[in-house]
T-cell receptor
Framework: AQSVSQHNHHVILSEAASLELGCNYSYGGTVNLFWYVQYPGQHLQLLLKYFSGDPLVKGIKGFEAEFIKSKFSFNLRKPSVQWSDTAEYFCAVPWNNAGNMLTFGGGTRLMVKP | NAGVTQTPKFQVLKTGQSMTLQCAQDMNHEYMSWYRQDPGMGLRLIHYSVGAGITDQGEVPNGYNVSRSTTEDFPLRLLSAAPSQTSVYFC???????????????FGAGSRLTVL
């Protein structure tokens, strides 16, 4: 069965610090990878996705992620975080090869101090 | 264009009560799904639907029922609420890619349920 693990449950950074959130997956089908973000009091929204092609994917708000097949990883990065990046971040893969439903990691709660 | 609308936003139930969480989308999406979000566990799939009249179980279906009589609506029913069902529930929808492959989900704002 597909699974996703996120290594960091809580991360606290100061503004302008660099961010890297780990995500490892176990997935037997066509690799499709997602990062979703949930800002305080809001619903989940897509940050970025990888379906194929260039393994370095750029998303909204300056985020990027790199798909490393040999490491089964899809880590999320941002060179310089802002206070407004305070949110919970979820890595996800298709659930049971059904691309329109997802299996999520446990989430990483990021707090950025001004 | 409202996207995915969930009601109610908040609900408190007593153990054993039943209730329905409503979910409606106006994007003509074929796929709809329900998730529950619990601290440290991410979101877990409860039930899903690939089109009107077709539903199936996800990862944690026990204690929940769904139906899909129209493309727009996908209600989630709690038959006899238990404290373990205290959670935040999210409904999501997406359109078919036409071939096997993944797609982006549009989520509702969530419904926070407390079972006493």
């Amino acid at each position: 069965a597909q699974s996703v693990s996120q290594h960091n449950h809580h991360v606290i950074l100061s503004e302008a610090a660099s961010l890297e959130l780990g995500c490892n997956y176990s997935y037997g089908g066509t690799v499709n990878l997602f990062w979703y973000v949930q800002y305080p009091g809001q619903h989940l929204q897509l940050l970025l996705k990888y379906f194929s092609g260039d393994p370095l994917v750029k998303g909204i708000k300056g985020f990027e992620a790199e798909f490393i097949k040999s490491k089964f990883s899809f880590n999320l990065r941002k060179p310089s975080v802002q206070w407004s990046d305070t949110a919970e971040y979820f890595c996800a893969v298709p659930w049971n090869n059904a691309g329109n439903m997802l299996t999520f990691g446990g989430g990483t709660r990021l707090m950025v101090k001004p | 264009n409202a996207g995915v609308t969930q009601t109610p936003k908040f609900q408190v139930l007593k153990t054993g009560q039943s209730m329905t969480l409503q979910c409606a989308q106006d994007m003509n999406h074929e796929y709809m799904s329900w998730y529950r979000q619990d601290p440290g566990m991410g979101l877990r799939l409860i039930h899903y639907s690939v089109g009107a009249g077709i539903t199936d179980q996800g990862e944690v279906p026990n204690g929940y029922n769904v139906s899909r009589s129209t493309t727009e609506d996908f209600p989630l029913r709690l038959l006899s609420a238990a404290p373990s069902q205290t959670s935040v529930y999210f409904c999501a929808s997406s359109y078919s890619t036409g071939i096997s492959g993944a797609n982006v989900l549009t989520f509702g704002a969530g419904s926070r349920l407390t079972v006493l």
